[in-house]
């Protein structure tokens, strides 16, 4: 069982709509990162969070350490969100030693 | 542009071949990262280096030897290629945690096949 679960593995929507994607791990961390992978293979970092939410433009970001569990919401959703977003977490305090997610595929049907 | 850089983009070799991928990064960042997304697209960890100290060595075959000359290069060096190794090789950047930013960047990735 990976250390790191997302939820759903794929998710297709129609713009507009609001998206959640669920992420669950089952160690002690001390960072969360949201990454988006681009269908041409480029990995972006969105989000990292210890506690609380984060927001950035039409995407936000939460984080449960007591339940190990991590949403990010998009609001508005638009064919250009269409990616993978990938959940990873990091152990060590000192540096991004990252555990991944398999991911989640978002396809926004205009 | 402030950026990680990957170079060559793309890669095909034979098996046996030794290769080499190399990474620049001019963010002033102190680490530097590698990492494999398989076939199937899972991402991991092979290396972290932190001001050219190597802080990381997750388990990588010998046959990969990561080499930081300085805080702004991390390279990637193949030996005696397998076809096992085909896969995309990230490099990234991250700045010291205190510094309160998220600012973990990545390279475009290098697509290596070996034939």
């Known amino acids: 069982k990976n250390e790191v679960e997302q939820s759903p593995q794929n998710l297709t929507a129609q713009e507009g709509e609001f998206i959640t994607i669920n992420c669950s791990y089952s160690v002690g961390i001390s960072a969360l990162h949201w990454l988006q992978q681009h269908p041409g293979g480029g990995i972006v970092s969105l989000f990292m969070?210890?506690?609380g939410k984060k927001k950035h433009g039409r995407l936000i970001a939460t984080i449960n350490i007591q339940e190990k569990h991590s949403s990010l919401h998009i609001t508005a959703s638009h064919p250009r969100d269409s990616a993978v977003y990938i959940c990873?977490?990091?152990?060590?305090?000192?540096?991004?030693?990252?555990?991944f997610g398999t991911g989640t595929r978002l396809t926004i049907i205009p | 542009d402030t950026a990680v850089s990957q170079t060559p983009k793309y890669l095909v070799t034979q098996m046996g071949n030794d290769k080499s991928i190399k990474c620049e990064q001019n963010l002033g960042h102190d680490t530097m990262y590698w990492y494999k997304q398989d076939s199937k697209k899972f991402l991991k960890i092979m290396f972290s280096?932190?001001?050219?100290?190597?802080?990381i060595n997750e388990t990588v075959p010998n046959r990969f030897s990561p080499k930081s000359p300085d805080k702004a290069h991390l390279n990637l060096h193949i030996n005696s290629l397998e076809l096992g190794d085909s896969a995309v090789y990230f490099c990234a950047s991250s700045p010291p945690r205190r510094s309160g930013a998220n600012v973990l960047t990545f390279g475009a990735g290098s697509r290596l096949t070996v034939l």
């Open positions: 280096y932190n001001n050219k100290e190597l802080i």
């Open positions: 969070l210890s506690s």
């Open positions: 990873a977490v990091s152990i060590n305090f000192g540096n991004e030693k990252l555990t």
